[in-house]
Protein backbone atom coordinates (compact mmCIF):
# COMPACT_ATOMS: atom_id res chain seq x y z
CA UNK A 1 0.00 0.00 0.00
CA UNK A 2 1.64 3.43 -0.86
CA UNK A 3 2.03 6.24 1.64
CA UNK A 4 0.79 8.93 0.81
CA UNK A 5 2.80 12.54 2.01
CA UNK A 6 -0.38 14.98 3.05
CA UNK A 7 2.18 17.42 4.63
CA UNK A 8 5.40 18.17 2.49
CA UNK A 9 7.87 21.07 3.82
CA UNK A 10 9.49 23.62 1.52
CA UNK A 11 10.72 26.98 1.01
CA UNK A 12 8.82 29.40 -0.44
CA UNK A 13 10.09 31.65 -3.79
CA UNK A 14 9.52 34.50 -1.29
CA UNK A 15 11.72 33.10 1.11
CA UNK A 16 14.68 32.19 -1.07
CA UNK A 17 14.23 36.06 -2.02
CA UNK A 18 14.84 36.96 1.36
CA UNK A 19 17.70 34.78 1.75
CA UNK A 20 19.43 36.17 -0.92
CA UNK A 21 19.30 39.26 -0.25
CA UNK A 22 20.19 38.68 3.15
CA UNK A 23 23.44 36.90 1.91
CA UNK A 24 24.47 39.58 -0.49
CA UNK A 25 24.04 42.44 2.74
CA UNK A 26 26.61 39.78 4.53
CA UNK A 27 28.77 39.55 1.78
CA UNK A 28 29.09 43.29 0.80
CA UNK A 29 29.47 43.74 4.83
CA UNK A 30 32.24 41.58 5.07
CA UNK A 31 34.03 43.04 1.56
CA UNK A 32 33.71 46.45 2.82
CA UNK A 33 35.58 45.65 5.90
CA UNK A 34 38.20 43.53 3.61
CA UNK A 35 38.32 46.53 1.72
CA UNK A 36 38.84 48.96 4.70
CA UNK A 37 41.52 46.73 6.21
CA UNK A 38 43.15 45.89 3.13
CA UNK A 39 43.84 49.51 2.54
CA UNK A 40 44.75 50.69 5.89
CA UNK A 41 47.62 47.61 5.68
CA UNK A 42 48.64 48.89 2.29
CA UNK A 43 48.94 52.52 3.50
CA UNK A 44 50.82 51.25 6.70
CA UNK A 45 53.11 49.22 4.27
CA UNK A 46 53.83 51.99 1.98
CA UNK A 47 54.75 53.92 4.89
CA UNK A 48 57.09 51.32 6.34
CA UNK A 49 58.98 51.17 3.08
CA UNK A 50 59.83 54.66 2.52
CA UNK A 51 60.99 54.71 6.48
CA UNK A 52 62.93 51.54 5.71
CA UNK A 53 64.04 52.76 2.57
CA UNK A 54 65.23 55.91 4.07
CA UNK A 55 67.16 54.54 7.00
CA UNK A 56 69.23 52.20 4.54
CA UNK A 57 70.90 55.11 2.78
CA UNK A 58 71.17 57.37 5.91
CA UNK A 59 73.32 54.75 7.59
CA UNK A 60 75.58 54.53 4.52
CA UNK A 61 75.19 58.50 4.85
CA UNK A 62 76.11 57.94 9.03
CA UNK A 63 79.26 56.20 8.16
CA UNK A 64 80.79 57.70 5.23
CA UNK A 65 80.32 61.29 6.82
CA UNK A 66 82.06 59.37 10.18
CA UNK A 67 85.12 58.92 8.31
CA UNK A 68 85.26 61.87 6.59
CA UNK A 69 89.46 62.83 7.49
CA UNK A 70 90.59 59.47 9.13
CA UNK A 71 93.71 58.49 8.55
CA UNK A 72 95.93 55.60 10.01
CA UNK A 73 98.69 56.68 11.55
CA UNK A 74 101.17 54.98 9.07
CA UNK A 75 99.86 56.82 6.64
CA UNK A 76 100.48 59.75 4.34
CA UNK A 77 97.94 62.45 3.42
CA UNK A 78 97.52 64.16 0.15
CA UNK A 79 97.79 68.51 1.29
CA UNK A 80 96.19 69.44 -1.96
CA UNK A 81 93.20 71.36 -3.25
CA UNK A 82 90.87 69.20 -3.76
CA UNK A 83 91.83 67.31 -1.45
CA UNK A 84 88.95 68.64 1.86
CA UNK A 85 88.59 66.20 4.23
CA UNK A 86 84.25 67.28 3.62
CA UNK A 87 83.17 69.30 0.99
CA UNK A 88 79.57 70.11 0.86
CA UNK A 89 77.98 71.96 -2.43
CA UNK A 90 74.80 73.95 -1.57
CA UNK A 91 72.15 74.34 -4.18
CA UNK A 92 70.55 77.53 -4.83
CA UNK A 93 67.88 76.93 -7.13
CA UNK A 94 64.55 75.29 -5.21
CA UNK A 95 61.85 75.47 -7.80
CA UNK A 96 60.97 74.76 -11.71
CA UNK A 97 62.55 72.18 -13.73
CA UNK A 98 66.59 73.72 -12.91
CA UNK A 99 66.17 72.49 -9.34
CA UNK A 100 69.08 70.87 -7.39
CA UNK A 101 69.74 69.17 -4.20
CA UNK A 102 73.14 69.40 -2.29
CA UNK A 103 76.11 67.61 -2.46
CA UNK A 104 78.51 66.12 -0.48
CA UNK A 105 82.24 64.67 -1.24
CA UNK A 106 84.00 63.08 1.71
CA UNK A 107 87.82 61.81 1.58
CA UNK A 108 88.99 59.25 3.91
CA UNK A 109 92.30 56.53 4.03
CA UNK A 110 92.20 53.02 4.79
CA UNK A 111 94.10 50.04 5.24
CA UNK A 112 94.75 47.21 3.34
CA UNK A 113 97.07 43.83 4.29
CA UNK A 114 98.14 41.48 1.44
CA UNK A 115 100.59 39.16 3.25
CA UNK A 116 103.90 38.45 0.86
CA UNK A 117 103.63 41.54 -0.42
CA UNK A 118 105.86 44.68 -0.72
CA UNK A 119 104.85 46.29 1.28
CA UNK A 120 102.65 44.15 3.12
CA UNK A 121 100.09 47.29 4.06
CA UNK A 122 99.08 49.81 1.79
CA UNK A 123 97.17 52.76 2.39
CA UNK A 124 94.27 53.98 -0.06
CA UNK A 125 92.14 57.29 -0.55
CA UNK A 126 88.99 57.13 -1.14
CA UNK A 127 86.65 59.48 -2.23
CA UNK A 128 82.94 59.06 -1.95
CA UNK A 129 80.48 61.69 -3.51
CA UNK A 130 76.31 61.80 -3.14
CA UNK A 131 74.73 63.71 -5.51
CA UNK A 132 70.80 63.75 -7.36
CA UNK A 133 70.19 63.13 -10.31
CA UNK A 134 67.07 63.22 -12.26
CA UNK A 135 64.85 60.36 -11.87
CA UNK A 136 64.68 58.17 -14.67
CA UNK A 137 61.03 56.16 -13.96
CA UNK A 138 58.50 57.29 -16.16
CA UNK A 139 55.47 58.49 -15.55
CA UNK A 140 52.80 56.27 -16.91
CA UNK A 141 49.53 58.82 -15.09
CA UNK A 142 50.42 61.47 -17.69
CA UNK A 143 50.00 61.45 -21.47
CA UNK A 144 53.28 60.50 -23.62
CA UNK A 145 55.08 63.23 -25.55
CA UNK A 146 55.67 63.58 -28.77
CA UNK A 147 58.45 60.88 -29.33
CA UNK A 148 55.68 58.23 -28.22
CA UNK A 149 56.93 57.94 -24.62
CA UNK A 150 56.24 58.78 -20.89
CA UNK A 151 58.11 61.83 -19.96
CA UNK A 152 60.13 61.13 -16.56
CA UNK A 153 58.30 61.60 -13.47
CA UNK A 154 59.34 65.04 -11.58
CA UNK A 155 61.76 63.88 -8.88
CA UNK A 156 65.51 62.89 -8.33
CA UNK A 157 67.44 59.33 -7.41
CA UNK A 158 70.19 59.61 -5.39
CA UNK A 159 73.89 58.53 -6.88
CA UNK A 160 76.58 57.14 -4.65
CA UNK A 161 80.60 57.36 -6.35
CA UNK A 162 83.65 55.88 -4.89
CA UNK A 163 86.80 56.73 -6.17
CA UNK A 164 90.47 55.64 -5.42
CA UNK A 165 93.63 58.14 -5.65
CA UNK A 166 96.36 57.42 -7.39
CA UNK A 167 99.00 58.99 -5.90
CA UNK A 168 101.77 58.46 -8.38
CA UNK A 169 100.20 60.53 -10.87
CA UNK A 170 98.22 62.82 -8.22
CA UNK A 171 94.66 62.52 -9.40
CA UNK A 172 91.42 60.25 -9.22
CA UNK A 173 91.51 56.74 -10.83
CA UNK A 174 89.03 55.84 -12.86
CA UNK A 175 86.64 52.90 -11.08
CA UNK A 176 85.60 51.25 -14.60
CA UNK A 177 89.36 50.31 -15.38
CA UNK A 178 91.50 50.71 -11.67
CA UNK A 179 90.63 46.96 -10.81
CA UNK A 180 89.42 47.89 -7.91
CA UNK A 181 86.88 46.00 -6.35
CA UNK A 182 86.10 48.72 -3.72
CA UNK A 183 85.07 51.64 -5.90
CA UNK A 184 82.62 52.26 -8.64
CA UNK A 185 80.79 54.94 -9.97
CA UNK A 186 77.47 56.52 -10.52
CA UNK A 187 75.75 53.70 -8.40
CA UNK A 188 71.78 54.48 -8.09
CA UNK A 189 71.32 54.03 -4.07
CA UNK A 190 67.21 55.37 -3.95
CA UNK A 191 64.96 57.23 -5.90
CA UNK A 192 61.76 59.23 -5.38
CA UNK A 193 63.52 62.09 -3.89
CA UNK A 194 62.58 65.27 -3.59
CA UNK A 195 65.36 66.77 -1.73
CA UNK A 196 68.83 66.15 -0.07
CA UNK A 197 69.95 68.76 2.23
CA UNK A 198 73.41 68.68 4.36
CA UNK A 199 74.08 71.91 7.00
CA UNK A 200 77.48 71.64 8.63
CA UNK A 201 77.07 72.65 11.92
CA UNK A 202 80.27 74.12 14.04
CA UNK A 203 80.76 73.30 17.81
CA UNK A 204 78.39 76.28 18.84
CA UNK A 205 75.59 74.13 16.90
CA UNK A 206 75.09 77.04 14.54
CA UNK A 207 74.87 76.12 10.94
CA UNK A 208 78.45 77.42 8.88
CA UNK A 209 77.60 79.99 6.45
CA UNK A 210 78.46 79.89 3.50
CA UNK A 211 79.34 75.99 3.43
CA UNK A 212 83.27 75.80 3.66
CA UNK A 213 84.78 75.73 0.37
CA UNK A 214 88.21 77.56 -0.68
CA UNK A 215 86.88 81.21 0.11
CA UNK A 216 85.63 80.30 3.57
CA UNK A 217 88.12 77.24 4.73
CA UNK A 218 86.51 76.12 7.20
CA UNK A 219 86.93 72.40 6.85
CA UNK A 220 87.98 71.36 9.79
CA UNK A 221 85.76 73.32 12.39
CA UNK A 222 82.78 71.01 11.23
CA UNK A 223 81.41 69.10 14.17
CA UNK A 224 79.10 67.40 12.84
CA UNK A 225 76.28 67.63 9.78
CA UNK A 226 72.21 67.67 9.12
CA UNK A 227 71.24 65.61 6.84
CA UNK A 228 67.68 65.83 5.79
CA UNK A 229 66.02 63.39 2.98
CA UNK A 230 62.44 63.81 1.65
CA UNK A 231 61.18 60.93 0.02
CA UNK A 232 57.96 60.39 -1.75
CA UNK A 233 55.74 57.67 -1.95
CA UNK A 234 55.83 55.76 -5.49
CA UNK A 235 51.76 56.27 -5.89
CA UNK A 236 48.73 58.32 -4.36
CA UNK A 237 48.30 57.79 -0.82
CA UNK A 238 46.05 59.59 0.35
CA UNK A 239 42.21 59.77 -0.87
CA UNK A 240 42.01 63.29 -1.25
CA UNK A 241 44.22 66.15 -2.44
CA UNK A 242 45.13 68.79 0.54
CA UNK A 243 47.49 71.76 0.83
CA UNK A 244 50.67 69.79 2.52
CA UNK A 245 53.84 71.59 3.42
CA UNK A 246 57.34 69.77 4.02
CA UNK A 247 59.26 72.04 5.88
CA UNK A 248 63.41 72.32 5.02
CA UNK A 249 66.31 72.41 7.56
CA UNK A 250 66.51 76.31 7.74
CA UNK A 251 64.87 77.53 10.45
CA UNK A 252 64.55 80.78 9.27
CA UNK A 253 61.51 82.78 8.89
CA UNK A 254 62.46 82.85 4.86
CA UNK A 255 62.92 78.91 4.33
CA UNK A 256 62.37 79.33 0.52
CA UNK A 257 63.27 75.13 0.60
CA UNK A 258 60.54 74.16 2.20
CA UNK A 259 57.97 72.12 -0.28
CA UNK A 260 54.43 72.90 -0.61
CA UNK A 261 52.13 70.56 -2.96
CA UNK A 262 48.30 69.78 -3.35
CA UNK A 263 47.84 66.02 -4.45
CA UNK A 264 47.84 62.33 -3.25
CA UNK A 265 51.21 61.76 -2.23
CA UNK A 266 52.71 60.61 0.70
CA UNK A 267 55.96 62.97 1.79
CA UNK A 268 58.50 61.07 4.68
CA UNK A 269 60.76 63.85 5.76
CA UNK A 270 64.04 62.07 7.58
CA UNK A 271 66.35 64.06 9.71
CA UNK A 272 69.24 62.97 11.15
CA UNK A 273 72.90 64.15 13.03
CA UNK A 274 75.97 62.95 11.72
CA UNK A 275 78.93 63.10 13.80
CA UNK A 276 82.16 64.25 12.30
CA UNK A 277 84.67 62.13 14.49
CA UNK A 278 87.71 62.85 12.71
CA UNK A 279 87.64 66.57 12.16
CA UNK A 280 88.82 69.24 14.35
CA UNK A 281 90.65 67.44 16.82
CA UNK A 282 93.43 66.15 14.86
CA UNK A 283 93.57 68.82 12.07
CA UNK A 284 94.71 65.55 9.66
CA UNK A 285 98.26 66.22 10.82
CA UNK A 286 100.61 65.98 7.61
CA UNK A 287 103.46 63.27 7.49
CA UNK A 288 104.66 64.22 4.14
CA UNK A 289 103.22 66.72 1.10
CA UNK A 290 103.06 64.88 -1.83
CA UNK A 291 103.17 67.66 -3.72
Known amino acids: MKKKFTSISGVTLLEMLIGIVISALMMAALYTSYTA ?12 NISRTGRDI ?11 GYY ?14 LFISKS ?29 YTYPIYKVTYECKRSKIPNRKVKKNAAG ?3 TKDLFAIYKSKFSYDEKNRTWKDPTTDNDVKTYKDELVIDHVEDLIFNPIDETGQQIKPAPQPSNPRYYDIKSVDVLIMIRSPDPFYKKE ?11 AS ?10 YLRESIV ?8 GSLKWKIKKDLL
Request: hydrophobic share 30%.
Open 72 to 85: DVNAVQVAAPGMEP
Open 149 to 151: TFP
Open 272 to 279: VTAHTRNL
Open 242 to 252: KDRTQFALDPS
Open 58 to 68: IGMLLRDIRMA
Open 92 to 120: TKFTGDSRQCDRIKIIYGDIEYNKGSTPE
Open 255 to 264: NTRKKKSKDK
Open 37 to 48: VNNSYSQVSDRA
